[in-house]
């Protein structure tokens, strides 16, 4: 699982915030949800990420390399 670098003050006051319980639950629940529908994750982040959102937004939200 990738968490991207505004996903750490979630996990981290996860205990302390509501609103930070329901952002890391909907992590796990989208985590869980792509490794039943896909053998990697879906997430673009870190190494990647910046690349490929480079990309979408040159592409109008297309594929990589279209």
């Known amino acids: ?3 991207g670098r505004e ?9 302390r915030s509501w ?4 952002h890391v639950a909907r ?4 985590y869980g ?5 896909h053998p ?3 997430r673009p982040s870190k190494g990647f990420g910046p690349r490929v959102r ?3 937004g040159r592409n109008g939200g ?3 390399g279209e």
């Open 54 to 56: 480079l990309d979408r």
């Open 62 to 64: 297309g594929r990589l």
């Open 40 to 42: 990697r994750g879906t």
């Open 1 to 3: 699982m990738m968490v």
């Open 7 to 15: 996903d750490l003050v979630h996990f981290n006051g996860m205990m």
């Open 19 to 22: 609103r930070s319980a329901t």
């Open 27 to 30: 992590l796990f629940a989208r």
């Open 33 to 37: 949800r792509d490794r039943l529908s």
